[in-house]
């Protein structure tokens, strides 16, 4: 425990500073004017689109209004992620109609916080800058509709090739008193905590360029190639959302971006062993990755914050890239060879 207090330490000058400082220089920001989403491209509220069900016994007439609102989206929403029944079958109406009596606690707290006209305003503007900014880096890429969707606390994201649906349940606010009643094994407070409004936009963001890249992630995946995974996803989600605060990509307070700036050296000193960069166990390797309330490996202690082996990824992107100057995207995004950035990187 001793030498615990030597490797992680947190000076109060070093605090200071740390929270006033980004991963690295700022990213360059990508200039948006003039940049058009394709004419076809959709934005759609899909609480107003239940808020319109026709309030008739008509079941074919209702299930076209579904079914309109976004052809696409409504069997991923009634079939997948609600599993309400199936999406052509005029019978799964009564079963939509149950779902929203029962959810109405929730729906009235979503239209009071994350679904509110100002903050889908607001989280739009900022999402569909974001994907502004991914066309200009890759202009040959499709661009997914979003749609912002109750998701009975199913989903946060549900990214598809064709849609980007955010859970506006999962971003009500953590002072929101729905959230409470929720079962605490699967929303311990650090998940509640999390569950902001402000971060829609860069979480929808991050979460969509997670699920379409993972097919680069190899089979038996080490902890250094996921390293390099998270730390392109991040730095492009940094460059797609400039707004957004290195410490929100993370999923972090302010306090805890503090701790992992001023522990950058002590956590490398952790991940730096060979049995530990090239450990390709999958349960060991994921302690670096997963969501909790810390970061389970080694000699880090439990005031640390969770998915610090992303963390050491960004910095890797980072110092890989101010080496090598005007080193264009598709220098370091594509890249699946973690050696190149583990040696550039020098906490």
């Known amino acids: ?27 360059t ?8 989403l394709p004419a076809d491209h959709q934005v759609v509220n899909w609480m107003e689109v239940l808020h319109d069900l026709p309030k008739d016994q ?17 069997p991923t929403w009634c079939e997948d992620i609600l599993q309400l029944g199936g999406a052509r079958d005029s019978a799964t109406v009564d079963v939509l109609r149950q779902f929203m009596a029962e959810m109405r606690p929730m729906f009235e707290a979503i239209d009071s916080t994350s679904g509110h006209a100002d903050v889908l305003h607001r989280e739009t503007d900022a999402l569909l800058d974001g994907l502004k900014r991914h066309q200009v880096l890759f202009p040959a890429e499709s661009v997914p509709d979003v749609v912002w969707m109750p998701s009975g606390f199913n989903f946060a994201l549900y990214p598809t090739p064709t849609c980007l649906a955010v859970g506006l349940d999962w971003f009500m606010g953590p002072t929101q008193p729905l959230l409470q009643e929720l079962p605490p094994g699967q929303f311990p407070e650090y998940r509640l905590n999390r569950m902001k409004p402000e971060w829609m936009a860069s979480e929808a963001m991050k979460g969509w360029l997670l699920v379409t890249q993972q097919h680069r992630i190899p089979s038996g995946a080490r902890t250094a ?72 490996v080694g000699d880090i202690p ?8 992303a963390y050491l990824g960004w910095k890797m992107i980072q110092a890989h ?3 090598r100057g005007d080193l264009p995207v598709d220098g370091w995004f ?7 950035f583990l040696r550039t990187y020098r906490p």
């Not at 302010?254 to 700036?261: D, H, I, M, T």
């Open 334 to 340: 594509t890249a699946q060879d973690p050696q190149p």
């Open 302 to 309: 439990q005031d640390s914050p969770d998915k610090l082996g």
């Open 1 to 27: 425990m001793a030498s615990q207090r030597i490797l992680f330490h947190l000076s109060v000058c070093v605090l200071a500073a740390a929270m006033w400082v980004s991963c690295g220089a700022d990213p």
């Open 225 to 296: 190639d996921l390293m390099l995974f998270w730390g392109q996803i991040l730095h492009l989600t940094s460059l797609c959302m400039p707004d957004a605060k290195p410490a929100q990509l993370l999923n972090w307070t302010a306090e805890e971006w503090a701790w992992a700036e001023a522990n950058e050296r002590a956590i490398w000193e952790q991940a730096q062993p060979q049995d530990r960069m090239f450990n390709d166990n999958p349960r060991e390797v994921m302690r670096w990755f997963q969501e909790g309330p810390f970061t389970r």
């Open 58 to 74: 008509n079941r074919a007439k209702a299930l076209a209004h579904m079914t309109e609102a976004h052809p696409e989206f409504w």
């Open 321 to 323: 890239t101010a080496a």
């Open 29 to 36: 920001r990508i200039r948006t004017e003039g940049v058009r």
